[in-house]
């Protein structure tokens, strides 16, 4: 078996061989001056079970294809499997049509991985379960109650919690980590009741003098959290808290949160946090390294994944 990180997020990849015991192979990643990428594997792989790790984060299109390539890289090198581990699944919403005429980027990136030379998948709360089936290879999409709950279980004891959704998309992710903390469940519901009049929130069910802990798959501009954190303090929320897998926080996000009727948010380290995230008061982030290594073990001996979980 063998470990190699790619450039998007080298403290993840450096903790999950920390983790599993295994030293990073190590590989050659680079640009030529027309910011071409080309990799080079600098051991020998020839029949190795070979674990690459990358999330297309951002520079999103850079960070794919330096995947892309490693894969390629890996494939001509003959390895006997390659699992492209990938924490952050990036153009996971381009996963529908919008419109007339728009793309379903999610699926292309799927082809794109699966052609240079992937074959299999390990990644982590993909914006949507289905994108699974836009890969014909086997996919393992790992969930993060396992690095949420003994924190949340801890820090709110004995606090009359509610989990909340923050829109209808993220139902079943919220719902699922309620069922594991026995506790209430709220929706919100944003509509726009008129054209040309701005969203209206609604919040279904009870959320006063709770501790409400918004739960989402991606903090990107913080607009969605914000929002729904504000309409949970107009019900009567005594605190509003967020657990968040990805934060992609782009543009002024930080800053937005920082201003934001939010106590905390909480993500993982799926995306290598910037400096303005790390020194964040508003900010924490928990690592995932132990879950995912913990799944490349299992793929590399053919255990149970979805055991972890139960
Ligand atoms: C959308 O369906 C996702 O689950 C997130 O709610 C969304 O990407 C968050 O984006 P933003 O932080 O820009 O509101």
Same mark, same amino acid.
């Given at each position: 078996?063998?470990?190699?990180?790619?450039?998007?997020?080298?403290?993840?990849?450096?903790?999950?061989?920390?983790?599993?015991?295994?030293?990073?192979?190590?590989?050659?990643?680079?640009?030529?001056?027309?910011?071409?990428?080309?990799?080079?594997?600098?051991?020998?792989?020839?029949?190795?079970?070979?674990?690459?790790?990358?999330?297309?984060?951002?520079?999103?299109?850079?960070?794919?294809?330096?995947?892309?390539?490693?894969?390629?890289?890996?494939?001509?090198?003959?390895?006997?499997?390659?699992?492209?581990?990938?924490?952050?699944?990036?153009?996971?919403?381009?996963?529908?049509?919008?419109?007339?005429?728009?793309?379903?980027?999610?699926?292309?990136?799927?082809?794109?991985?699966?052609?240079?030379?992937?074959?299999?998948?390990?990644?982590?709360?993909?914006?949507?379960?289905?994108?699974?089936?836009?890969?014909?290879?086997?996919?393992?999409?790992?969930?993060?109650?396992?690095?949420?709950?003994?924190?949340?279980?801890?820090?709110?004891?004995?606090?009359?919690?509610?989990?909340?959704?923050?829109?209808?998309?993220?139902?079943?992710?919220?719902?699922?980590?309620?069922?594991?903390? /026995? =506790?209430? $469940? !709220?929706?919100?519901?944003? +509509?726009?009741?008129? #054209?040309? @009049?701005?969203?209206?929130?609604?919040?279904?069910?009870?959320?006063?003098?709770?501790?409400?802990?918004?739960?989402?798959?991606?903090?990107?501009?913080?607009?969605?959290?914000?929002?729904?954190?504000?309409?949970?303090?107009?019900?009567?929320?005594?605190?509003?808290?967020?657990?968040?897998?990805?934060?992609?926080?782009?543009?002024?996000?930080?800053?937005?949160?920082?201003?934001?009727?939010?106590?905390?948010?909480?993500?993982? /380290? =799926?995306? $290598? !946090?910037?400096?303005?995230? +790390?020194?964040?008061? #508003?900010? @924490?982030?928990?690592?995932?390294?132990?879950?995912?290594?913990?799944?490349?073990?299992?793929?590399?001996?053919?255990?149970?994944?979805?055991?972890?979980?139960?």
């Amino acid at each position: 078996m063998k470990l190699i990180t790619g450039n998007s997020n080298r403290p993840l990849g450096e903790a999950i061989s920390a983790y599993l015991d295994l030293p990073l192979t190590q590989a050659n990643i680079k640009r030529f001056s027309d910011m071409e990428v080309f990799v080079e594997i600098m051991d020998n792989i020839r029949g190795e079970d070979v674990f690459f790790i990358q999330s297309t984060s951002y520079p999103a299109n850079d960070n794919l294809m330096e995947l892309l390539i490693a894969m390629d890289a890996l494939k001509r090198g003959s390895a006997r499997r390659i699992t492209a581990v990938i924490p952050y699944f990036g153009y996971a919403r381009q996963d529908r049509k919008t419109g007339g005429r728009t793309p379903i980027s999610a699926k292309l990136v799927a082809d794109l991985i699966t052609a240079s030379g992937a074959d299999r998948v390990l990644t982590m709360e993909l914006h949507a379960g289905q994108i699974q089936g836009f890969f014909n290879i086997p996919v393992d999409n790992l969930i993060v109650a396992p690095v949420f709950v003994p924190q949340i279980k801890t820090k709110f004891a004995g606090e009359d919690l509610c989990i909340v959704s923050p829109d209808v998309g993220g139902v079943v992710r919220a719902r699922a980590l309620a069922k594991r903390l /026995d =506790s209430d $469940l !709220a929706i919100i519901d944003k +509509r726009r009741e008129r #054209a040309g @009049e701005s969203e209206v929130m609604h919040v279904i069910g009870d959320v006063k003098g709770k501790v409400c802990l918004l739960v989402d798959d991606i903090v990107d501009s913080g607009g969605t959290l914000c929002n729904a954190a504000q309409a949970l303090k107009d019900q009567g929320a005594k605190k509003v808290y967020a657990y968040v897998v990805h934060g992609v926080l782009s543009g002024e996000a930080v800053a937005r949160i920082s201003a934001s009727p939010l106590e905390k948010l909480v993500i993982t /380290d =799926s995306i $290598l !946090a910037t400096e303005t995230m +790390r020194s964040s008061p #508003a900010i @924490e982030v928990l690592t995932v390294a132990p879950l995912i290594g913990e799944a490349i073990r299992r793929t590399s001996e053919e255990r149970s994944i979805s055991a972890l979980f139960r």
